[in-house]
């Protein structure tokens, strides 16, 4: 098997770790201090309480590296429309794309059946752009829960989770998904083919869109957040008007909003990502995360009064750190 992570930094890197380790044809596309890094040293991976260094295939240039049977993007999502070209080499008819994004993707209502079935978000992908360049035909849908950080240019460190959901957008357990998942369970991760990817995909969304936001305005921890009872109110407040959103473009949830902030604050102390990317002087991934369920929260017609506020405060906040990407 055939696979190029295109964005090899913290979760790009960890895949492409594993799955090489564990036998598969695997080429990283990263840049800068990290590329000369894995380039000079391998990629070194701490994690379980072992530390591992893998020599893989690195570049900079897609045109390098040929077709691939699947090509892992793990850039931000915010960054999907400046990587669309550079990604088409890599691409053969049957070549399968596994978006590692947070948030709403591009291709959320393709093959959703319904009224609003191939619908293009406007927040998320504006021109079209990731449509038409990275075709939702093309695309295995990707939940990612792992915690992973590049603790300095070519050392990855790995906290958290080993899981990842898999999904068809059509429901459909295809060959393709069911080969990916294989490997990646080969590669010791747990990593099922889910039929209702999309609720697997809120469930994790629940808690970005509203956790994320509040911990970015006030720089607290996800403990804190969920422990304060002001900002536990103003969470669960956003929890239940995307989940009337989301049940009305019919998705069910397997948990009450009550049991994922309980989860979420046995998390404990943890510093969430757009809160770090705001420290480190990164774009912020907002529109994913919450401008896009606004967006559908138009689209179906219901009000979202915290989440408006919210948007607003945290686009402005990101704003006035240079770090809004539009």
Sequence with gaps: MKVCVYGAGAIGGFIGARLALAGEDVTLIARGPHLKAMRQNGLKLISEGKTEVVRLRCTDDAREVGA????????????????????QPLLADHTALV????????????????????????????????????PPARVIGCIVYPAVDVVEPGVLEHTYSNRFDLG??????????????????????????????????????????????????????????????????ASRTMML?????????????????????????????HKLSTLVDLERGRPMEIEPLLGAVVEMGRLVDLPMPACDIVLALVRQRARVAGLYPG
């Design 68 to 87: 691939q049977d699947y090509v892992i993007l793990s850039v931000k999502a915010h960054a999907l429309r400046s990587i669309a070209d550079s990604v």
């Design 99 to 134: 978006p590692t994004i947070n948030g709403v993707p591009w291709w959320y209502f393709y093959k959703a059946g319904g009224p609003y079935e191939n619908t293009r978000l406007k927040s998320v992908d504006p021109d079209g752009t990731l449509w038409e360049k990275l």
């Design 168 to 233: 068809e957008p059509d429901g459909s357990k295809s060959e393709r998904a069911q080969a990916f998942s294989q490997a990646m369970i080969k590669a010791g991760f747990r990593c099922p083919v889910r039929p209702r990817i999309r609720e697997n995909l809120w469930v994790k969304l629940w808690g970005n869109l509203s956790f994320n936001m509040i911990c970015s305005l006030t720089t607290a921890t996800l403990d804190v957040v969920t422990g304060d009872t002001g900002t536990r109110a």
């Design 241 to 269: 008007e995307a989940q009337a959103v989301a049940e009305k473009l019919g998705v069910t949830f397997p948990l009450d909003v009550d049991e994922r902030i309980k989860g979420a604050h046995e998390v404990g102390a």
